[in-house]
């Protein structure tokens, strides 16, 4: 029941051997977005430690910060839940494709993978659990 190997970004390493349940969703179509919106929203206001976008950290609880450092990650953090739009918009207007990381729990984590193909104007979001939660949650003691 280790914790997770940590990168040198202070993110855990996301090493897995389970993926569950991917999900599509059409961007277009309003049904489906909002119904993505409200899943990515179940996730943030949870147990999120880190969100990544692409290559950048918007929000880390994983390392110790200063007060006002917290804060803006909180206020980033809360953005993000009250209007994800706000977020996505921009990766939609990019017209590239694009990866946001969502990291869950801290010590036993596991992942939301949402993945944007600009091409088709799909989410694809994926679900992967480190192999430090299935150690810690799963495995038969």
């Not at 991917?22 to 409200?38: C, G, L, R, V």
Request: proline share 5%.
């Amino acid at each position: 029941m280790d914790p997770p190997n940590f990168a040198e970004n202070s993110l855990p390493k996301i090493e897995y051997n389970e993926k569950n349940r991917p999900m599509s969703y059409y961007i277009e179509d309003k049904k489906q977005y909002h119904a993505f919106k409200d899943e990515f929203i179940s996730y943030v206001g949870a147990d999120c430690h880190a969100i990544v976008v692409d290559d950048e950290i918007l929000y880390n609880s994983y390392i110790e910060k200063s007060i006002r450092e917290r804060l803006q990650d909180d206020l980033i953090r809360d953005k993000i839940i009250t209007n994800p739009h706000a977020l996505f918009v921009n990766l939609f207007k990019n017209g590239k494709n694009a990866k946001v990381i969502v990291y869950m729990f801290g010590n036993y984590p596991w992942f939301v993978a949402i993945y944007y193909n600009a091409e088709r104007k799909l989410i694809d979001v994926e679900y992967y659990k480190s192999n430090a939660y299935i150690s810690r949650f799963e495995s038969p003691e």
